[in-house]
């Protein structure tokens, strides 16, 4: 992700996700240059999350920018598996 990840774009994010668990079985989510991120791409995220589980798949986020790890701490997404300080955090967390 590049930018900005609010109203505009998740919708795009959704389905992107949609077809990435439809062909793999783990999804890695690069926020690296992502700037912001509102309460609707927090949603595509936690979603393709629970929809993977529920499939034995899995979902990462690595290498979240100051300001979105930031908020993703304070809504309690960094404690649970799915946020991850680097690629290489997230790669050396594989199942």
């Known amino acids: 992700m590049h930018g900005e990840l609010d109203l505009a774009v998740s919708g795009q994010l959704r389905d992107l996700l949609d077809r990435a668990a439809a062909e793999h079985a783990e999804i890695l989510i690069d926020l690296e240059d992502c700037e912001f ?21 899995r979902v990462a986020v690595c290498a979240p920018s100051g300001q979105v790890l930031r908020l993703l701490e304070l809504i309690g997404l ?5 946020v991850f300080d680097s690629l290489d955090d997230a790669l050396a967390a594989r199942s």
Do not use: F
């Not at 960094?78 to 799915?82: E, V």
């Open 37 to 57: 991120i509102d309460s609707t791409g927090i949603a595509a995220i936690v979603r393709a999350d629970h929809e993977m589980a529920e499939r034995g798949g």
């Open 78 to 82: 960094t404690g649970g598996g799915l």
